[in-house]
């Protein structure tokens, strides 16, 4: 059983900057999709970003050239940079993964066989 553990939410103004990490316990396949999901309040879960194992990527509109999704394949570690936040980007972002994948690497969030705890972005204006 894959597990992730994420790292890195917080708090932050509004035009700041967050990391956030996500360690996997392993990969059970060459061919994957490494993925960042978010759910705003009141809202459903979506994804935003993903990162497969030759390293493309593949982000929804709304963080498209804000965030930035990369990956450490020797920690099984991948992240996503938050750049130029906005309040509208609060939520509980999770990381999740999927193995034995090829293609574009955003699926709907339920497709994810596995997924992190979670943790808490807040971004005030």
Not at 77 to 93: A, F, Q, R, S, V
Request: glycine share 12%; with cysteine; aromatic share 10%.
């Amino acid at each position: 059983q894959v597990t992730l553990a994420e790292s890195g939410g917080g708090s932050v103004q509004s035009g700041g900057s967050l990391k956030l990490s996500c360690a996997a316990s392993e990969y059970t396949s060459r061919n994957y999709c490494l993925a960042w999901l978010r759910q705003a309040p009141g809202k459903k879960r979506e994804s935003i970003a993903g990162i497969d194992n030759m390293g493309r990527t593949t982000y929804t509109s709304s963080v498209e050239g804000r965030f930035i999704v990369s990956q450490d394949k020797a920690k099984k570690t991948h992240y996503l940079e938050m750049n130029n936040l906005d309040p509208e980007d609060t939520g509980i972002y999770y990381c999740a993964a999927l193995f034995g994948v090829r293609g574009d690497c955003l699926y709907s969030s339920g497709h994810y066989k596995y997924n992190g705890q979670g943790t808490q972005v807040t971004v005030s204006s």
